[in-house]
C-alpha cells in the first residue's frame, strides 16, 4: 500500500494548521527566505560590477568576450533559480529561450541579446535584492520573535542563574504564558512563509517564464506532434497487424475457391483457417480502437475504466477515484492513457509487487498518481512512451511529472486543468 504522507494525515487536513507545519515545503520555503536577501545582494554586487565593465570595454572590442561572458552568466543563474525555485516552492517553470539557431559567433551574439528571454532573466536577478531583502528581514524577525516566545523559559532561567538571582512566581506564570503565544506565531510565521512564497513564485513565473502566446505555442506544437506520432502508431499497427492478417485471409479463400470441385476436403480447411484469421484480425480491431478510445471510458466514466485497466496488470494495483462529477472527455482519455502507459511500464520493467492509482480533484484540475514499489529509474525520454503522454496533457496545459529514484518507489503525477 502506498504510504501518505505525513501532512496529509494530521487532523484537518493538509492545509490546517498541523499539516502546514508537517510540510516539508513549509521549511524548505523558510530555509529559501532567510537567505534570499543574501542571494540577492550578492547577484546585485555581480552584476553592477561586470556589466558596467563590459560595455565599457566594448568600444574597444576587450569587452565583447567580457560581454558574452556576462550574458551567459546571468542566464546560466536564472536557470539555477528556475531549478531551486522548483525543489524550494514546487513551481515549475521551464527555459523560455528561443531555439539555438546555426552559424557563427555573430549569429550566436544575435541570439543572446535579441532574445526577450536574456533581459527578463537579468530584471529578475537585479529585482531580488529589494524582494529578497523584504523577504529575509520579515522573515528573521518572525522566526526570531517565535523562537524567543516559545524558549521563554528557558532564556529566563538561564539568565537569572547566570546573574545569580532567583524568580518569583510571577515570573514563572509569565514565561510559561508565553509558550502558547509563542505556538500560535509558529502558526502564523508558517502561514506566511508559504504567502511569501506563493508572490515569490508568482512574480518569478513572470519574468523567469515563457509569456503566454509562447507557451500556447510550444504546447500547439506539442500537441501537433503528439496527434503526428498517434497517426502513426495506428497506420503501422494496422499494416503490420490486421491488413496482414486479413490479407491472409484473401489468399486462404481463394485458394479454397480454387479447391472447391477438386479438392473439397482442403478447400474446407482452408475456410477454417480463414475464419480463424477473420477473428483474429476482428480481435485486433478492437484493441487498436480500445487503444484509440476505449468504449467502457465513454460508457462508464473514468473509475470503471481504470479499474479494468487495474484488473489486467500483473500485480494488485489499488484503483482510488475520487471525482465527484465527470471530466471533461478530453481529460478522461489523457488520464486514462498516462494510467495504462504507466501501468504497462511497471509490468515491463519495474520488478514491483504493488501499486496503486489515484484520481482526484485539487482546484480546477484532476490529479493522476501513479506509484509503484518497483527498482525506480524510469525516465521520461525523447520519443518514449511517457513523454508522449508529457506531450499530450500539455494540449490542455497540462503537466506529468515522474520521480523515479533508483531502488523505487516510481511515482508518476499528472495535472490535467479541466479549462484551457
Request: net charge neutral; with cysteine; hydrophobic share 50%.
Amino acid at each position: 500500500m502506498r504510504s501518505v504522507a505525513l501532512k496529509d494525515r494530521v487532523p484537518w487536513g493538509p492545509r490546517g494548521p498541523l499539516g502546514v507545519l508537517a510540510d516539508p515545503m513549509t521549511w524548505r520555503a523558510a530555509a529559501y527566505l532567510l537567505v534570499s536577501g543574501v542571494i540577492g545582494l550578492g547577484w546585485f554586487l555581480l552584476l553592477s560590477f561586470a556589466v558596467p565593465a563590459s560595455l565599457t570595454l566594448a568600444v574597444v572590442w576587450v569587452g565583447v568576450p567580457l560581454a558574452m561572458a556576462t550574458v551567459l552568466m546571468w542566464r546560466g543563474g536564472a536557470m539555477l533559480e528556475r531549478r531551486v525555485l522548483r525543489a524550494v516552492f514546487g513551481v515549475r517553470i521551464a527555459d523560455p529561450y528561443r531555439r539555438r539557431p546555426e552559424g557563427g559567433v555573430a549569429a550566436y551574439l544575435q541570439w543572446l541579446v535579441t532574445d526577450p528571454a536574456t533581459w527578463k532573466d537579468l530584471g529578475y536577478l537585479l529585482m531580488l535584492l529589494p524582494l529578497g531583502a523584504v523577504e529575509t528581514v520579515v522573515s528573521f524577525g518572525l522566526w526570531v520573535s517565535t523562537a524567543v516566545l516559545l524558549l521563554a523559559p528557558v532564556i529566563l532561567r538561564v539568565s537569572m542563574a547566570a546573574d545569580g538571582q532567583t524568580y518569583a512566581v510571577e515570573d514563572h506564570v509569565a514565561t510559561w504564558l508565553c509558550v502558547p503565544a509563542g505556538l500560535v506565531l509558529l502558526v502564523l510565521t508558517a502561514y506566511l512563509a508559504r504567502a511569501m512564497g506563493w508572490l515569490h513564485g508568482t512574480l518569478a513565473t513572470v519574468l523567469l517564464g515563457a509569456p503566454e502566446e509562447e507557451r500556447l505555442r510550444v504546447s500547439r506544437a506539442r500537441g501537433v506532434d503528439a496527434a503526428e506520432a498517434e497517426r502513426r502508431r495506428i497506420e503501422r499497427d494496422l499494416h503490420d497487424g490486421a491488413q496482414q492478417r486479413l490479407l491472409s485471409v484473401a489468399v486462404d479463400l481463394g485458394r479454397a475457391q480454387a479447391k472447391f470441385d477438386t479438392d473439397p476436403d482442403t478447400a474446407r480447411e482452408l475456410i477454417v483457417q480463414a475464419h480463424a484469421g477473420t477473428k483474429a484480425a476482428i480481435a485486433e480491431l478492437r484493441d487498436l480502437a480500445r487503444g484509440i478510445h476505449p468504449a467502457i471510458l465513454s460508457d462508464r466514466g473514468l473509475d470503471a475504466a481504470l479499474s479494468g485497466l487495474a484488473a489486467r496488470a500483473p500485480v494488485h494495483v489499488d484503483v482510488t477515484v475520487e471525482l465527484t462529477e465527470r471530466p471533461p472527455a478530453a481529460v478522461e482519455s489523457i488520464a486514462y492513457f498516462i494510467v495504462a502507459e504507466a501501468l504497462a511500464n511497471m509490468a515491463k520493467h519495474a520488478v514491483a509487487t504493488e501499486a496503486s492509482v489515484s484520481v482526484f480533484r485539487e482546484r480546477a484540475a484532476v490529479v493522476v498518481d501513479v506509484w509503484d514499489n518497483g527498482v525506480g529509474g524510469a525516465l521520461v525520454t525523447p520519443g518514449g512512451g511517457l513523454a508522449g503522454l508529457a506531450d499530450r496533457a500539455a494540449t490542455i496545459d497540462g503537466v506529468l511529472v515522474v520521480h523515479s529514484p533508483v531502488g523505487g518507489p516510481t511515482i508518476v503525477r499528472a495535472e490535467l486543468p479541466c479549462e484551457w
